[in-house]
């Protein structure tokens, strides 16, 4: 599985969110998008993280940046979990996994001491100019979002 590196360029897409609406990332040329991968909607670990990154929506905001959660769950699945938790940020349907595993955030990784595949819980900040500005690959949930967010500060 290729893991995406600092500097590369950010693999382009168009993806549904919440709405059925398609959203590329070419449009957000010239912002700060923080991408998000998580595996499921409403699930203990993935409710944690999009809440946090809800909570700090503002700060992320005042800094100008875009955030996007993405997992494999449809788009009417993913307006029920926005409107649950209330959050701010777009969430995206990637239900082939085309460009979870372009990211690097799809593949093999360890569950409970076996080989699965899955996805991988990986967060990635593409910079103005379209390219990785930052990569954080199998994260924890809990604490992420501030981490994302005090390496956007500094």
């Known amino acids: 599985m290729a893991r995406l590196g600092v500097g590369e360029k950010a693999p382009s897409f168009t993806l549904r969110d919440e709405h059925g609406e398609e959203v590329s990332l070419k449009d957000f040329l010239g912002m700060r998008v923080v991408l998000y991968f998580y595996p499921a909607d409403d699930t203990p670990g993935c409710t944690k993280e999009a809440c946090q990154f809800n909570d700090g929506f503002a700060a992320f905001n005042s800094l100008g940046v875009l955030v996007f959660g993405v997992s494999p769950d449809s788009p009417e699945s993913h307006l029920a979990f926005r409107k649950k ?70």
């Open 85 to 154: 938790y209330g959050l701010s940020f777009s969430l995206l349907s990637d239900p082939e996994k085309t460009v979870m595993t372009r990211y690097g955030a799809f593949g093999e990784k360890m569950l409970y001491g076996k080989k699965v595949n899955g996805v991988i819980r990986s967060t990635f900040v593409v910079s103005p100019a379209g390219t990785i500005e930052h990569v954080f690959y199998n994260v924890r949930a809990d604490g992420h979002a501030a981490k994302v967010l005090a390496t956007l500060a500094n």
